[in-house]
């Protein structure tokens, strides 16, 4: 084990000591009830509202009570949650169709399942079908583009429960969207507030989230505290399997060791496992010093962790030193010494594992001599001090940001720091709080450098929403976009057309090699892991879905306690 290794080790252990002495805390029987979980999290949100500025960390807490269109399970099976058939071009519910201006496009019937309401009893119908897709296609408002509602050029309302969206173009994700918000009662909002500033500073959502009438799963956001916890019970208007459990208690900590000590002191019953939780390496110690006390539930996942390059800074533009920052970062030392081998190097944005994976594209293992020589040919040498300089004096420093808080981010953000160093590049760390992250840092790009996050590519995303030039956020399109990095190139922008376009597995495969080689050579961002889908639970936890591909929490009524 290398030095950098023997040393987070050791801060490891001491934290799962100080956590095995922490007393319990008075939370601890109301945890222990059968009827209820408790859950330990990090980073509260910063909004409610299910469709603005969503990132992971919201998609995991919301899809308890608003539920989307459709999703993906741990089979990689899409089904209808709130629709009654799953539109395929076999079962005519979606087909190709000729376009006004000559072009493909297609046409998408969707229908809601019957019965289904909002928490206050107004039946769900196409109208909140019809606002919701208004509002996603309103620029002034900028709604996410996970699954979004903005890709359907038009709508057409053809009963209570039926609507058929035509797109203006041939897309594979064309039977996957996002969730709906109710028109019976964000309609006036957005009538009156017809800007994002104002909208989500009245939005129900952010006023009065417990207002049962914004949610239609299968419970109901029923108590909150900011900054401390969120409450859901079931909501009596689920036309679907009834939960099985009374509470769902969401219990905010400030840090991965609170949640460690929490977990084990009983306060909380479960934890999910980095990003928003513990970190790979705390599961790891406690599963091998406490076996048999929890269950540890780990999957594949679709979740990649990636430092974002901000091409707008001068030095990150040049492609020789975007690559060979990747070459400087050992990122199979970090995996085998922090997550025991079992958090798989990213060799790009799909894994190893997934179908579309290319085998052949471009590899950056870890050649820290490789990395000096690609500096070297951009104009910089090793200074005085180590560190590499320009023909004009420049240092080769740039800040590396990320969330404080979250274990495993700093832990890495220090090891990259130290490796970097060995390649004269200097890192200085900015750890700062999650709303700054997500707001000024990463929608508003004011980082300087380097920004760490994860994003993740599900089944049904396209990589449009971190690698297309119209996925940039700005204040034109008010901060929607994964494209921190504001990467803009025609030939991937074209490469991602024609993937979306890819209706047969084997012409996807194609695509998909395609826009993986171009980000391979351009580096946008530097892919370094793919988080397995963890969490650490209580044993007497059944049907957990873990290993989903869209949020778990949209099956959250099968939860039960035994």
Known sequence: MTPVGKRLRSLLAAALATAVLTPLSVDSAMAQAKDQLVVGQLQFLTNFHPLVQVNNTKRLVINYSLRPMTAFDENVINHCVLCETLPTIENGMAKIVDLP????????????????????????????????????????????????????????????????????????????????????????????????????????YNTEPTNPGLWNGSYLLSDYEIGTRIVFTPNPKWPGEKPHLQRIILSYRDNSSSLLQN????????????????????????????????????????????????????????????????????????????FGGLQPVANGILSNENTYYNKDVKLYSYDAEKA??????AGWKPGDDGICVNDKGDRLSLELVSTAGNQTREQIAQVIQSQLKDVCVEITNNFVPLQEFNGEMARKRKFKAL???????????????????????????????????????????????????????????QKWAKVQDIFAEDLPMLPLYFY???YVTVTDLKNFRQGTLDPLQIWSEEWRRQ
Do not use: C
Request: avoid cysteine.
């Open 101 to 204: 201006d000559g072009k493909k496009g297609m046409n998408v019937t969707l229908k809601l399942r019957e019965g289904l309401a909002w928490g206050d009893g107004v039946p769900v119908t196409s109208k909140d079908i019809e606002f919701t897709w208004k509002m996603a296609s309103d620029p002034k408002i900028g709604f996410t583009n996970y699954n979004s509602w903005a890709r359907a050029s038009e709508l057409k309302v053809v009963d209570d429960r039926t609507v058929q969206l035509t797109i203006p173009q041939v897309i594979s994700s064309y039977n996957s969207w996002d969730q709906v918000i109710p028109e019976h009662l964000e309609g006036p909002v957005y009538a009156a507030n017809p800007t994002l500033d104002t909208y989500i500073k009245q939005s129900l």
């Open 263 to 338: 977990l084990l002191a009983g306060s909380v019953e479960a934890v999910p496992v980095s990003p928003g939780g513990i970190s790979f390496s705390q599961m790891l110690d406690l599963k091998s010093q406490q076996p048999d006390k929890f269950t540890y539930h780990m999957a594949y996942g679709t979740n990649m962790e990636r430092i974002a390059v901000n091409f707008d800074n001068p030095i990150l533009k040049d492609k020789s030193v975007r690559q060979a920052l990747l070459y400087s970062i050992d990122r199979q030392a970090i995996s085998d010494e922090l």
């Open 372 to 377: 000096k020589e690609l500096l070297a040919s």
């Open 451 to 509: 920004i760490m996050s994860s994003i993740d590519f599900s089944p049904s995303v396209s990589p449009r929403i971190a690698l297309g030039s119209d996925a940039i956020p700005s204040a034109g399109n008010n901060g929607v976009g994964n494209n921190f990095s504001a990467y803009s190139n025609p030939e991937m922008d074209k490469a991602i057309s024609d993937l979306e376009s890819a209706l047969d597995p084997d012409t996807a495969k």
């Open 532 to 534: 397995p889908r963890a």
